[in-house]
């Protein structure tokens, strides 16, 4: 461990000067910096109540004359949601950014009168666009005359644009020489320690492997109910063994394609970040669709590119008091998202147990019955399922009937859809259980543009592999992916270019 964070209030209210002195001394001798954290706007009067942000110079000053009474350093400083507490408050209560920005001056020159030489980062929320993010760290800039030295990224999980969203910030803050932080962490409405921790490590294969996010600082936190233990670090569902498992090897793969009778070769090599081959692993080679446009003007809808089929599954237990289910999807609506999409649903199946599915018409060859559709976006009956087209600000959402669910029971939810890449995080499937009082828990899956397995092959001693698949007869991306191990991490390759028949 390099650092331990105190967060504010107990750092300056709640520790005892003896409890404070104790962690202080432990903490020099073991040679572990210290951090602090805390709201850095001037509270507001009933305005700022309950607002997260608003602590101001009283509790830093506290804070900072109490850590160094007791013998202390502060190295590391962070501004907790400051610009997200200026947009929280009531439209009689704002307060501009330069305002804000000159509360975190203050906050700054009250830490450095004590340590000057402590580091000043920011935690803001991820449901922000670059260019509102860009204006935040101007106005911090000219209040300060320094950029932060990190942005820290409180990321809605929930959201199905979060990826996309958390990797464009990511690439404008360092654009700026900002380095960037993100906050792992699991669902809040995980129901025990194992989905908590399986989540958290789905979060981030899902950033760093799939999206390309490079985070100068992992941050693994948890805010909710779960994990209950830190230790043994050996146990997967015990919080420290996220520890272990994010600093195994890392791993690159590559994929080249070339025409060869019989279809098309799919080539490449797998190593780890050494430059050592990986041999005798296994290797999926997976179609994505490459039609349609990814990044169409707002307010145009841009078809193409839902020829590729695949099971979206969510797993898990019936919740407790549950009696009924529904399930459907959300496009543009329930959701920070807004934009295209283009997707064909051919069924939806749940079952319990292994048993059969209870959802009427789940492949709509009946039409529309048993389903109800609102929303001012396309959604049309076709052969093979039903096709939904959204464009910008367009709401496209679906309701099944209810149907009977068992309390405990383990279920399986499959969604067998064609998803275009334009539509990636624009939206999500639902399965929603319900009790005698209404909703008890929703279910989620993003969605996520469509990847049809191809085949798998192996790597030779040299980390090599190859493999002849049947060439799409439209346009496709061919992906190579690997699943790693217990101590190395997956890998994504992409060709980079369509495949043609």
Known sequence: MHVLHFFGEWAAWRSSDAELAAVVEDLNRRGIAIGI?????????????????????????????????????VT?????????????????????????????????????????????????????????????????????????????????????????????????????????????????????????????????????????????????????????????????????HILNWYTRTRTSISADTSEVDGGLLVSGLLKDSSGAALGHETVE????????????????????????????????????????????????????????????????????????????NPDFVAGPAGWIRWGEAAQVVETGGLHVQAAYGQVASLNSEMFPVASGASFTMTYSARISPQSDGNGHFTLIFHGEDGPIRRFRKHIRPSRALAGHTVTDADGRFELVVETPAEPKLIEAWYDGTETHWPALAETGEAALN
């Open 37 to 73: 954290e805390g709201g850095p706007l001037f509270p507001r009067g009933t305005c700022s109540e309950n607002i997260e942000g608003f602590a101001g110079p009283g509790e830093v000053h506290v804070m900072v004359d109490r850590i160094a009474r007791a013998g202390g350093r």
């Open 76 to 240: 590391y400083v962070v501004l907790e949601h400051g610009f997200d507490a200026l947009a929280a408050l009531s439209a009689e209560c704002s307060m501009s950014l330069a305002e804000g920005a000159a509360d975190m001056a203050v906050y700054l020159d009250t830490v450095r009168r004590v340590f000057p030489e402590a580091e000043f980062s920011i935690t803001e929320t991820g449901n922000l666009d670059t260019e509102i993010l860009g204006a935040y760290f101007n106005a911090f800039r000219e209040a300060t005359g320094e950029y932060p030295a990190h942005l820290m990224l409180d990321v809605p999980y929930g959201e199905p644009h979060w990826p996309l969203a958390a990797r464009a910030i990511e690439d404008h803050a360092r654009s700026l020489g900002i380095g960037f932080a993100i906050f792992y962490l699991g669902e809040e409405e995980d129901t025990n320690d194992q989905e908590w921790m399986d989540n958290l490590r789905d979060h981030i294969v899902e950033y760093e492997v799939v999206y390309g996010g490079r985070p100068d600082r992992p941050l693994f936190t948890s805010w909710h109910d779960h994990p209950k233990n830190l230790l043994p670090g050996t146990e997967s569902s015990a919080f420290t």
């Open 285 to 360: 080679i997976r179609f994505r669709s490459a039609g349609g446009c990814c990044d169409p003007p707002e307010g145009v809808f841009a078809p193409g590119g839902i020829d590729v089929l695949e099971d979206f599954v969510v797993t898990g237990v019936v919740p407790d008091g549950a009696t009924t289910a529904d399930v459907g999807y959300r496009i543009n609506e329930e959701c920070a998202c807004n934009g295209p999409v283009d997707l064909l649903v051919e069924e939806f199946n749940y079952s319990e147990n292994g048993g059969p599915n209870p959802i009427s």
